[in-house]
């Protein structure tokens, strides 16, 4: 099967604007998962989607937010960019849920100027 | 605060030499899981352990879990350049059928030939 795929892989965007990120997870997997990881705050949860309902988000402002499609994949936006969102970004996959291996994709890293 | 916690942060040895990482939580779990992460990429899944498991293996890595203790271990034995990475201990929380999947902060392990 093919694995977990991210696009793009790279980004720069400059404070204000806004950024989309795709995510399509492997064929079969109905949960997907997103993560920011940066170097100070490490890996972190941002939401996970099943069968196109957010079940949960972590602790970031709604300028996070995202969406999934009836084939699974996934997307995440960012409104208002900050300096501070200047990260890479990850999502992951799973069968059914978050207490089972996680596959995850190569990232979108993101630079914010 | 983060759900894993993982020591040491760093740690260098040389080809040949076994490995150990250390992780920590802070509430009942299902299942711990360890993740494998190469220079700033995606992550790559090496092993879930279950809750009602003491010790599991997989090629040159052990992972033993003590859930009177709430930690987990990682031994990677006979270490090789190529595991030089960062490795991450995760953990789900699971609640309305979602949940977070929260990890540590990681051990960057740097293996030398």
């Known amino acids: 099967k093919a694995g977990v795929t991210q696009t793009p892989r790279y980004l720069i965007k400059t404070r204000g604007q806004q950024v989309t990120l795709s995510c399509s997870p492997i064929?079969?997997?109905?949960?997907v998962s997103w993560y920011q990881q940066t170097p100070g705050q490490g890996l972190q949860f941002l939401f996970e989607?099943?069968?196109?309902?957010?079940?949960n988000k972590g602790n970031f402002p709604g300028r996070f937010s995202g969406r999934q499609f009836s084939n699974s994949r996934s997307e995440m936006n960012v409104s208002t960019l900050e300096l501070g969102d200047s990260a890479l970004y990850l999502c992951?996959?799973?069968?059914?849920?978050?207490?089972?291996?996680?596959?995850f994709g190569p990232g979108t890293r993101l630079l914010v100027l | 605060s983060q759900q894993g916690e993982e020591d040491p942060q760093a740690l260098s040895i040389q080809e040949g030499e076994n490995a150990t990482m250390n992780c920590s939580y802070k509430?009942?779990?299902?299942?711990l899981q360890w993740y494998r992460q190469n220079s700033g990429r995606g992550l790559v899944h090496l092993i879930l352990?279950?809750?009602?498991?003491r010790e599991k293996h997989s090629g040159r890595l052990r992972v033993t879990l003590d859930t009177s203790k709430k930690s987990s271990s990682l031994l990677i034995t006979a270490s090789r350049a190529a595991d030089t990475a960062s490795y991450f201990c995760?953990?789900?929380?699971?609640?309305?059928?979602?949940?977070?999947?929260?990890f540590g902060q990681g051990t960057e392990l740097s293996v030398k030939p």
């Open positions: 352990i279950r809750s009602n498991e």
């Open positions: 064929s079969g997997h109905r949960s």
């Open positions: 992951a996959s799973s069968l059914e849920n978050l207490d089972e291996t996680q596959y």
């Open positions: 509430t009942s779990i299902n299942n």
């Open positions: 989607y099943f069968s196109e309902t957010q079940r």
């Open positions: 995760a953990t789900a929380l699971i609640y309305n059928q979602g949940g977070k999947l929260i």
